[in-house]
T-cell receptor
Framework: GAVVSQHPSWVICKSGTSVKIECRSL??????MFWYRQFPKQSLMLMAT?????????EQGVEKDKFLINHASLTLSTLTVTSAHPEDSSFYIC????????????FGPGTRLTVT | AQSVTQPDIHITVSEGASLELRCNYS??????LFWYVQSPGQGLQLLLK??????LVQGIKGFEAEFKRSQSSFNLRKPSVHWSDAAEYFC??????????FGTGTSLTVIP
C-alpha cells in the first residue's frame, strides 16, 4: 500500500514553454501533498505544501507564479512550471500523506525536467 | 530553527561489514524522525521511523535506528551490508504541519 505515482518520469521542454507534472496517490486519500526539488547530489528542498481544496503554501524563495500547484482532489496534485528556463531543470519529487497514513509521507518516483 | 545534519557525505564499506550512518537533529520539541533511501534517479523509500516509545526501531531490509534524546541523534545501522544497499540515505525530521526537513544525505558505496 501507500503508492504514489508521478507522470511523466522525465520531460524535455523548450525554454519559455510550460510543463505540468502530475502526482497521484494510488491507494489512499492524500489530504496533504508536498512538492520537492532536488539538485544533483543534493538533498530535497521543500517547495510547497498543498492541502486538498486549498491554496498551496509556498516556502520562502519559491515563486508561486512560476510553480503553480493545484490539489483539486484527494488523489491528484499537479505542479506546473510556467515559462520554464534552463535553471528550472531539476528533479522534482512529490510526496503525500493522509488517510490512513497519518503523519508519514510517501514519495513518488520523481520527474526529471530538462529545459533546453 | 529545526535542522538535520548528516556529518558523513560519503561512506564506503565492504560487503558483509557493519554500517552506521549518523544523523543529528535540532528541534525544540519531540521530533518525528525518519530514514529514507534513494536509488539513482528514483524517489525515496521509507526505511524506518520513530514517533515515540521504544527508542530502538526496526525497519525494512535489515536496518535499525536508535533515537538518543540526550545526543539529539538518530543513527541508522545495519549489521551486514549487501551490495544492493549502495544508495543515498537521507535522515528527516517531521515537524508541526507534517513538514519534513531533510539532511544533506549520505552516499553509500559497497565494495565487494
Amino acid at each position: 500500500g501507500a503508492v504514489v505515482s508521478q507522470h511523466p518520469s522525465w520531460v524535455i521542454c523548450k525554454s519559455g514553454t510550460s510543463v505540468k507534472i502530475e502526482c497521484r496517490s494510488l491507494d489512499f486519500q492524500a489530504t496533504t501533498m508536498f512538492w520537492y526539488r532536488q539538485f544533483p547530489k543534493q538533498s530535497l528542498m521543500l517547495m510547497a505544501t498543498s492541502n486538498e481544496g486549498s491554496k498551496a503554501t509556498y516556502e520562502q524563495g519559491v515563486e508561486k507564479d512560476k510553480f503553480l500547484i493545484n490539489h483539486a482532489s484527494l488523489t491528484l496534485s499537479t505542479l506546473t512550471v510556467t515559462s520554464a528556463h534552463p535553471e528550472d531543470s531539476s528533479f522534482y519529487i512529490c510526496s503525500a500523506s493522509g488517510v490512513p497514513l497519518g503523519y508519514e509521507q510517501y514519495f513518488g518516483p520523481g520527474t526529471r525536467l530538462t529545459v533546453t | 530553527a529545526q535542522s538535520v545534519t548528516q556529518p558523513d557525505i560519503h561512506i564506503t564499506v565492504s560487503e558483509g561489514a557493519s554500517l552506521e550512518l549518523r544523523c543529528n537533529y535540532s528541534y525544540g520539541a519531540t521530533p518525528y524522525l525518519f530514514w529514507y533511501v534513494q536509488s539513482p534517479g528514483q524517489g525515496l523509500q521509507l526505511l524506518l521511523k520513530y514517533f515515540s516509545g521504544d527508542t530502538l526501531v526496526q525497519g525494512i531490509k535489515g536496518f535499525e535506528a536508535e533515537f538518543k534524546r540526550s545526543q539529539s541523534s538518530f543513527n541508522l545501522r545495519k549489521p551486514s551490508v549487501h551490495w544492493s544497499d549502495a544508495a543515498e540515505y537521507f535522515c528527516a525530521v517531521g515537524v508541526a504541519g507534517n513538514q519534513f526537513y531533510f539532511g544533506t544525505g549520505t552516499s553509500l558505496t559497497v565494495i565487494p
